[in-house]
């Protein structure tokens, strides 16, 4: 079991930057794979970035490649998503996920635990 809390998010200018964060709590998050994913209105939830469990190296989506960066602090149980260059189509709701169930990081129904969310929006 990990309870999730997310802060970070508000309202930017485009170009820029915002960083996220997500505490958790209950079982060392190091055992769990650890998945940023976001959701536009009218959008399905969409996979943003992940970290394997053990593992340094996130992987991302390609639309944020470069611009976003995502890394964890074993020590704090948190994670973090440093979003530089935003821009409008960025806006949504970001939830951070875990789960201790194996399959493609990129899938948002293979994640057992997300928090509620934090709204990110980026003006033109």
């Known amino acids: 079991q990990v309870q999730l809390v997310e802060s970070g998010g508000g309202l930017v200018q485009a170009g820029g930057s915002l960083s996220l964060s997500c505490a958790a709590s209950?079982?060392?998050?190091?055992?769990?794979?650890m998945g940023w994913f976001r959701q536009a209105p009218g959008k399905e939830r969409e996979f943003v970035a992940a970290i394997s469990r053990g593992g340094s190296r996130a992987i991302y989506v390609d639309d944020v490649l470069g611009r976003f960066t995502m890394s964890s602090d074993n020590a704090k149980n948190t994670v973090y998503l440093q979003m530089n260059s935003l821009k409008p189509e960025d806006t949504a709701v970001y939830y951070c996920?875990?789960?201790?169930?194996?399959?493609?990081?990129?899938?948002?129904?293979?994640?057992?635990?997300w928090g509620q969310g934090t709204q990110v929006t980026v003006s033109s």
């Open positions: 996920a875990a789960r201790r169930r194996f399959g493609p990081l990129r899938t948002p129904n293979t994640y057992e635990y």
């Open positions: 209950g079982r060392t998050f190091s055992t769990y794979d």
